[in-house]
């Protein structure tokens, strides 16, 4: 088949555009060429490992003592009964013990066995140059090993650093409000404790809650300021979650600590959060929507622990020099001391992120330690550092074994663990923890100075199809906020005009200058009205208007007009839904 797709006439035209090509199609027939021609045999390489644990595997009598004196019968049967099944390999006590194995394997006899159990001995050695050899021998060079298990020389096969018995790295999501808790499918165990939101615009770090509720923000002095539009929390100890909240203490620490400094803590810190969103592409990331992603890149604040994990108990050293010491052991009555040369105490390295890989959205990560962060420090995949663990049996792991860890990622990219002694382990959260609070959360950046009329805010703004703009400003009895929509409180309308004010309210409505929303909200829509405000209110209009200007975000006005006095202000701009936001 191979032939009649790539006929000889292919390379007959061959041109100098082409020859690079057909040179691959000359490689490609010859390698077909070779594979059809050769004969090949594949077996398992079994006992291996129960090898390297001083084990042989193979068929084993039930454990008896026919000839023995009758009070030993019990105990035998005792012991018989407590192996059960579990008797399906010897013990080679003069073995090397090896729970950790590393290095090279060769091939040195080999056994054929047919299907009638006939066997016979295959001698392996080396290829001789020019020299006939019996065709009885197996020659090294025609053994073919895997690339990554290929070693320095051809008739090597490395082994890299594995342990040998079962083991694997427990890479898991912890809940955000226990770390006893592995995450489920029920929301309280999600591992999502909070969100944090660069603000390029203002340089600072904005600070949410598990679901997506903005809390506050700290400036580029490490400072913590409540969100505008909100009431707290006025300080970070006021946070609810622990993770969270000192996470946050620590931050502004840092920054508070290292202001005077050449280079401060939250310059670093908020250059290496850039590189590393700069470097960051989540393969589905063109399928969630919200605010937040127009105008940054939200990250969310996670809880993870990786551990490593032995399955069942550690193996034991089955040596004849061990079992005389733990026998010493016994007849001493002390504690018996299962010799395993020390392999569970091995420093298992281990990697977090990986920065060549796009879809990998891990930003930075904190170790947690008695005293808050390992080192006081963060780390981040732009500067690897490798941190190291230790093996534990799977029935003696409780949850403060392993590494416990707060991570900052972009939700929709995954985490990857490598250790070197496993595959690679991957992490990443269910879409259905975070795509409905990417939509739901706020964005806000200050804007000022901005000089206009008293009392009217006039900035000319981009329209979002589907969203309108903002504005936020401190009053002296409590935050106010005004949008380009122009939504109107009956409430504040009566407290404006006084007794006169339900029947001007009325009037409004059934001339479609207000468009209600409820009973105690409307929309202003003069451009509606069936007739002109001035023709309705001949002696208030102006009043009205004014009013209705007060509470709209107006253009920018570039013709000068002398509108009474022109103040100052101060304020923060939103971009929000225009369907669903708080009024």
């Not at 939200?298 to 622990?305: D, K």
């Not at 992120?353 to 006081?376: C, I, M, S, T």
Request: some cysteine; hydrophobic content about 40%; aromatic content about 10%.
């Amino acid at each position: 088949a191979f032939f009649r797709a790539f006929p000889p006439q292919t390379f007959d035209k061959a041109t100098p555009t082409t020859h690079y090509q057909s040179w691959y199609f000359l490689m490609a027939l010859f390698a077909y060429e070779r594979l059809h021609h050769t004969s090949y045999m594949s077996q398992a390489l079994d006992g291996f490992n129960q090898a390297l644990l001083m084990y042989k595997t193979g068929f084993q009598l039930d454990i008896a003592d026919p000839i023995g004196y009758p009070e030993y019968q019990a105990f035998t049967e005792k012991v018989n009964g407590a192996i059960g099944t579990f008797n399906h390999a010897s013990v080679l006590p003069n073995n090397p013990f090896y729970p950790i194995r590393s290095g090279a394997l060769k091939l040195g006899k080999l056994r054929i066995v047919d299907t009638f159990g006939i066997k016979k001995e295959v001698e392996v050695i080396r290829r001789r140059g020019g020299e006939e050899l019996p065709l009885n021998r197996l020659y090294s060079t025609d053994t073919i090993a895997a690339e990554t298990l290929r070693g320095e020389t051809y008739h090597d096969i490395q082994l890299r650093p594995r342990f040998v018995q079962p083991a694997r790295i427990n890479f898991r999501w912890l809940s955000s409000v226990d770390d006893a808790l592995e995450m489920t499918d029920h929301p309280v165990s999600s591992p999502i404790f909070g969100w944090l939101l660069l603000n390029e615009i203002d340089e600072s770090l904005m600070i949410y809650d598990q679901a997506g509720k903005a809390l506050g923000y700290i400036d580029k002095e490490g400072r913590w300021r409540v969100f505008p539009g909100h009431s707290g929390p006025v300080l970070p100890a006021g946070i609810a979650n622990d993770h969270l909240r000192r996470l946050v203490v620590w931050i502004c620490g840092k920054a508070v600590a290292t202001k005077d400094d050449p280079q401060p803590f939250m310059d670093h810190f908020f250059e290496r959060l850039e590189q590393s969103i700069d470097n960051i592409e989540a393969a589905d990331s063109d399928h969630y929507e919200g605010t937040s992603l127009l105008m940054s890149h939200p990250l969310a604040l996670v809880r993870a622990s990786v551990q490593v994990e032995l399955k069942g108990e550690t193996v034991k050293h089955q040596g004849w020099e061990p079992l005389k010491r733990e026998l010493k052991q016994v007849v001493d009555e002390e504690k018996v001391q299962r010799e395993t040369l020390g392999f569970e105490n091995v420093d298992i390295p281990l990697r977090l992120g990986e920065r060549h890989k796009l879809n990998d959205g891990l930003v930075a990560f904190w170790v947690d330690d008695e005293n808050g962060y390992r080192g006081d420090t963060y780390f981040s995949p732009l500067d690897p550092q490798v941190l190291t663990m230790q093996a534990r049996p799977s029935d003696q792991i409780d949850d403060r074994d392993g590494l416990h860890l707060s991570m900052l990622m972009d939700p929709r990219g995954n985490i990857h663990a490598t250790t070197g002694f496993f595959p690679v382990k991957t992490l990443e959260l269910p879409p259905a923890l975070y795509k409905d609070i990417l939509r739901s959360i706020e964005v806000v950046f200050l804007a000022a100075p901005v000089l206009g009329p008293q009392g009217l805010v006039n900035i000319s703004l981009p329209q979002e199809e589907g969203f309108d703009w903002a504005w936020i400003e401190r009053t002296p009895e409590a935050w106010r906020e005004i949008s380009t929509v122009g939504y109107l409180s009956r409430k504040a309308f009566l407290e404006t005009f006084g007794k006169e004010a339900v029947a001007t309210w009325d009037a409004l409505i059934a001339n479609g200058s207000l468009s209600p929303v409820d009973e105690e909200e409307a929309i202003i829509a003069l451009q509606n009205g069936a007739r002109p405000l001035q023709e309705l209110f001949p002696n208030d209009h102006a009043a009205l208007e004014h009013f209705f200007r007060s509470r709209l975000i107006g253009p920018f006005q570039q013709i000068a007009r002398f509108e009474g006095q022109q103040e100052v202000r101060e304020g923060w701009l939103k971009l929000r839904p225009t369907n669903g936001e708080t009024k």
